[in-house]
T-cell receptor, first 111, second 113 residues
Framework: AQSVTQPDIHITVSEGASLELRCNYS??????LFWYVQSPGQGLQLLLK??????LVQGIKGFEAEFKRSQSSFNLRKPSVHWSDAAEYFC?????????FGAGTILRVKS | NAGVTQTPKFQVLKTGQSMTLQCAQD?????MYWYRQDPGMGLRLIYY???????DKGEVPNGYNVSRLNKREFSLRLESAAPSQTSVYFC????????????FGPGTRLTVL
């Protein structure tokens, strides 16, 4: 069955430091993969998505993600974190016309 | 262009009461979704509607009903609320192509006492 695992429930990084959020998926065919961000008290906003082509995809707010089929991973990265990046991040895989979400990773940014 | 709107933003119910959560989108999308979000569990799909006039169960449909009133509106009804339904509810919509983005509403925070 399709599933998404985000191994880290919480991550704390210093402002200006680099960030990597992990995502592993289980899906039989070529996956369509998404990263969403949720600021406190808000809905979800799409950061980026992958479905074909270049395995390194660029998104909004300076985020990027790399698709690695051999590792069934789609990790999100940012070279330099800003305090405004503090939020919860969700990885998702499309199945049929639906999304299956991971449990989310809460990012805390310390100054 | 408001995107996806939800009403109400907050609601407190007593066990056994009923209520309907409203969702509307102005992007002319065919597909609409209802999710619930609980701490540590991500978003779980309750029901979805691939097009006007059709609805299907998602992962956690028990205790809920839905109505796709027209292409714009998709409502979620709790007939007899239970404390286990305390959650944040999100509505989303997307076009029908594979890989199309789902757009989310701001959510409804529901507490059942």
């Amino acid at each position: 069955a399709q599933s998404v695992t985000q191994p880290d429930i919480h991550i704390t990084v210093s402002e200006g430091a680099s960030l990597e959020l992990r995502c592993n998926y289980s899906y039989g065919a070529t996956p369509y993969l998404f990263w969403y961000v949720q600021s406190p008290g808000q809905g979800l906003q799409l950061l980026l998505k992958y479905f074909s082509g270049d395995t390194l995809v660029q998104g909004i707010k300076g985020f990027e993600a790399e698709f690695k089929r051999s590792q069934s991973s789609f990790n999100l990265r940012k070279p330099s974190v800003h305090w405004s990046d503090a939020a919860e991040y969700f990885c998702a895989v499309e199945y049929g016309n639906k999304l299956v979400f991971g449990a989310g990773t809460i990012l805390r940014v310390k100054s | 262009n408001a995107g996806v709107t939800q009403t109400p933003k907050f609601q407190v119910l007593k066990t056994g009461q009923s209520m309907t959560l409203q969702c509307a989108q102005d992007m002319n999308h065919n597909s609409m979704y209802w999710y619930r979000q609980d701490p540590g569990m991500g978003l779980r799909l309750i029901y979805y509607s691939a097009s006007e006039g059709t609805t299907d169960k998602g992962e956690v449909p028990n205790g809920y009903n839905v109505s796709r009133l027209n292409k714009r509106e998709f409502s979620l009804r709790l007939e007899s609320a239970a404390p286990s339904q305390t959650s944040v509810y999100f509505c989303a919509s997307k076009d029908e192509g594979r890989g199309d983005t789902q757009y989310f509403g701001p959510g409804t925070r529901l507490t059942v006492l």
